[in-house]
Antibody, heavy 120, light 107 residues
């Protein structure tokens, strides 16, 4: 079964940093675009970032551009999101998702998510 | 950025009833529209891609249609496990965007 498992979330102070990981299994990770999508408590889904299958192309939502960096290690089947200069409004569950298509979705499957809380 | 507007915000129905959810785009997304289901405390699940294609394992009671800017998701007869929040997403243009969601609740 295709599986994505996020880790690395937690409580961090405003201005701090966190690195999220997403471990992929049971599919050829290096063949797919991958994305991060977040969901603030009680709110809807918001796309955050994407990376091409070979890591050559990355994109970011305006709200995180310059603060977040997406990367991947295809040898380790792992996706990353380095989050710096965190703000209260970054508080959310962060999901990684596979993109079987052209780089703008659809997303299938999604991981279970990891909660990031930015608070003093 | 393409804005997706879902209606209604909440749909109150009984098991066995038919549910029709709407998603309207601020500009054409051709046929590149997807639908997701999210149950409380769970991860989103892809239901429909490219307007009308059911994802693997999705029951036939879920169907969808539309093109351009107007799309609909229909659940022909609601099962207890279908009460959830449904999101549409456009896959046509970068950045990918989601609607705000429609909650289908038990009446």
């Amino acid at each position: 079964e295709v599986q994505l498992v996020e880790s690395g979330g937690g409580l961090v102070q405003p201005g701090g940093s966190l690195r999220l990981s997403c471990a992929a299994s049971e599919f050829t990770f290096s063949n797919y675009w991958m994305h991060w999508v977040r969901q603030a408590p009680g709110k809807g889904l918001v796309w955050v970032s994407r990376i091409h299958s070979d890591g050559s192309t990355t994109s970011y939502a305006d709200s995180v551009k310059g603060r977040f960096t997406i990367s991947r290690d295809n040898a380790k089947n792992t996706l990353y999101l380095q989050m710096n200069s965190l703000r209260a409004e970054d508080t959310a569950v962060y999901y990684c998702a596979r993109d079987p298509s052209r780089g703008s979705g659809p997303f299938d499957p999604w991981g279970r998510g990891t909660l990031v809380t930015v608070s003093s | 950025e393409i804005v997706l507007t879902q209606s209604p915000a909440t749909l109150s129905l009984s098991p066995g009833e038919r549910a029709t959810l709407s998603c309207r785009a601020s500009q054409s997304v051709s046929s590149f529209l997807a639908w997701y289901q999210q149950k409380p405390g769970q991860t989103p699940r892809l239901l429909i891609y490219d307007t009308s294609n059911r994802a693997t394992g999705i029951p036939a009671r879920f169907s969808a249609s539309g093109s351009g800017t107007d799309f609909a998701l229909t659940i022909s007869s609601l099962e207890p496990e279908d009460f959830a929040v449904y999101y549409c997403q456009q896959c046509y243009n970068w950045p990918p965007t989601f609607g705000q969601g429609t909650k289908v609740e038990i009446k």
